[in-house]
């Protein structure tokens, strides 16, 4: 099966930094206007996973989510968590390091969409 989200070698290189400082983390692909639509990492803690997000994976063993409705528009994409220079201006754990995560995406061709489209269908009944 076909995963619905990846990292680059240098988000994963940031996402064991960020392990080894904070222990447990875990990341939401947020559509917000403050958050910049962007992948933020945080603490289990720091934020509610409720019935309105999907778990689309995992990454290194850290829990991605995305929120319904912007799962709904990004359902039919692979996404691709990526790092960049610079501070994204979130809340993000990774905002003191001079780099932050981004989101990149590309389209699942035919064969994956019809390996995942059941589960999408589930993802989005839930």
């Known amino acids: 099966?076909?995963?619905r989200v990846?990292?680059?070698?240098?988000a994963l290189e940031l996402i064991v930094q960020l392990k080894a400082e904070y222990g447990e983390i875990?990341?939401?692909?947020?559509?917000?206007?403050c958050d910049n639509s962007a992948a933020n990492c945080y603490l289990p803690t720091?934020?509610?996973?409720?019935?309105?997000?999907?778990?689309?994976?995992?990454l290194d063993g850290v829990p991605f989510y995305i929120g319904k409705?912007?799962?709904?528009?990004?359902?039919?994409?692979?996404?691709?968590?990526d790092v960049i220079d610079g501070h994204g201006g979130t809340f993000?754990?990774?905002?003191n390091t001079g780099k932050a995560f981004h989101t990149r995406s590309r389209l699942?061709?035919?064969e994956e969409w019809g390996?995942?489209?059941?589960?999408?269908?589930?993802?989005?009944?839930n």
Do not use: N, R
């Open 1 to 3: 099966m076909v995963e």
């Open 6 to 10: 990846i990292a680059t070698a240098a």
């Open 26 to 33: 875990m990341f939401h692909q947020s559509g917000g206007c």
């Open 46 to 58: 720091d934020l509610t996973i409720g019935p309105y997000d999907v778990k689309l994976g995992e």
């Open 69 to 81: 409705q912007q799962y709904e528009y990004w359902k039919h994409t692979q996404l691709i968590l």
């Open 92 to 95: 993000s754990l990774e905002g």
């Open 108 to 110: 699942f061709s035919d």
């Open 115 to 125: 390996s995942i489209a059941e589960q999408v269908a589930k993802d989005l009944a």
